[in-house]
């Protein structure tokens, strides 16, 4: 009889061990330390745009967006994703979790070339950041789903976004990469290589 009793307080033991280490990973300490989230996210889930990236982040692919009328292009979106994402998904197809990606999204301005009629990145409009994590870390923020937290910034504020609801704001416009966790991978070729 003593010797089940001593038992049943090791299993109790050991899963209030599991529910607090538990709850610290979902709330304080969300994502692992020296992830690149952690300078992204705020404890309650909210994004900024990460500070140094033009420093640190590597480049994904770009886009160019063209005009209805006219020749070239109106917009140009560079891609960029935090150091060690891109060899992560060149070898099991994912994003790892904290994974940043930041797209700049540039009005564009156009002109003949030496190489042609050539539309440049031309001033910034601002940033879309999405970072790869669970939405049940950050109950009750609206930015989180379907595996990412999901924020537009204006270029004049990198730190708050103006972004309320990512299934308002965001989803239905990803539904064709959906498949592809969200992403539109096919217009990155170093994912490939
Ligand atoms: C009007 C449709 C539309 C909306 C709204 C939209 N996206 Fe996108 N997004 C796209 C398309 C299409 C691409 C790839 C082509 C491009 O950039 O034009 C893209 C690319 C991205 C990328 C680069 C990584 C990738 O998926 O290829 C990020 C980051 C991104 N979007 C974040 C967001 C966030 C965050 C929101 C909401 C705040 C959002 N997007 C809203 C259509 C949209």
Not at 12 to 28: D, Q, S
Not at 61 to 86: D, Q
Request: aromatic fraction near 10%; proline fraction near 4%.
């Amino acid at each position: 009889m003593k010797a089940i009793g001593a038992m049943g307080l090791g299993v109790v033991a050991i899963a209030t061990i599991v529910v607090v280490a538990g709850r610290g990973w979902e709330t304080a300490e969300a994502f692992d330390h020296g992830s690149p989230a952690e300078a992204v996210v705020d404890a309650r889930g909210n994004l900024r745009v990460p500070e140094n990236y033009l420093a640190t982040y590597q480049a994904l692919g770009s886009w160019a967006i063209a005009t209805e009328n006219g020749k070239g292009s109106k917009e140009i979106h560079v891609v960029l994703a935090s150091t060690g994402a891109i060899d992560a998904y060149r070898k099991d197809g994912h994003f790892p979790d904290g994974t940043v990606l930041v797209k700049e999204v540039y009005s564009a301005a156009t002109s003949e070339m030496t190489t042609g009629t050539v539309s440049r990145a031309d001033s910034l409009k601002g940033w879309f950041v999405m970072v790869k994590g669970d939405a049940s870390r950050f109950p009750g923020n609206a930015l989180w789903g379907d595996g990412w937290g999901w924020s537009w910034f204006d270029a004049t504020n990198p730190s708050k976004t103006t972004s309320t609801d990512y299934a308002l704001d965001c989803k239905a416009c990803h539904v064709p990469a959906q498949a592809t966790e969200w992403v539109y991978v096919n217009g990155y070729p170093v994912l490939k290589r």
